[in-house]
């Protein structure tokens, strides 16, 4: 498999006119059915063992394998993002990604916009130039007047995550050199 994980989804329709419903099922109706093992994925997101059930106590401790993981990467990240001058990371409350703060100078601002981008975009773009990690612009998310973001996935293995955080923090130091 190429890409991670499985690709499918559900929906709950409550309180649509029946006419409106009929339409939305005939549309759905003539998409492409996704994999039978992504069928089955889906069916254990919406219908997961339960107590008494063979496999109960293996799908407890996977599920709190995973979840604990994720808790891990994401105090990792708050913590390594919270050390770097500049950035300002709140706790990630349940999503794989982190959305830090950037306090960016003056200088940089004044750069972004000479290049007609946001200046969060110019952060994202320098970062992946230069270090070929890929981070999101929080400009796409409607922040708040004034204030520069990125998201990052929180998803990469520890060690591997702990490098990419690394990365950021020598390319936003010297950001910051270079815009001072």
Do not use: W
């Not at 799908?59 to 995973?66: D, G, I, L, M, W």
């Not at 604990?68 to 990792?76: D, G, I, P, V």
């Not at 919270?82 to 830090?100: D, H, K, S, T």
């Amino acid at each position: 498999m190429g890409e991670c994980g499985y690709r499918g989804g559900y929906m709950e329709v409550v309180n649509l006119h029946p006419e409106i419903k009929g339409q939305l099922v005939k549309l759905l109706s003539v998409r492409l059915c996704p994999p039978v093992s992504g069928q089955a994925a889906m069916d254990i997101v919406v219908n997961p063992p339960r107590p008494g059930e063979e496999s109960f106590a293996q799908f407890v401790r996977e599920k709190e394998a995973v979840l604990s993981n994720l808790a891990e990467k994401a105090k990792l990240t708050e913590d390594l993002l919270n050390q770097v001058p500049g950035i300002r990371c709140n706790p990630l409350q349940g999503a794989m990604y982190a959305f830090p703060r950037l306090l960016l100078p003056p200088k940089a601002v004044e750069a972004a916009q000479a290049h007609g981008m946001a200046p969060d975009m110019f952060y994202c773009m320098r970062l992946l130039e230069e270090t070929g990690i890929c981070v999101v612009p929080g400009s796409g998310f409607g922040q708040r007047e004034g204030t520069y973001h990125f998201r990052i996935t929180i998803l990469p293995p520890v060690e591997k995550l702990k490098t990419v955080l690394q990365r950021v923090k020598d390319f936003h130091v010297q950001f910051l050199e270079e815009f001072a």
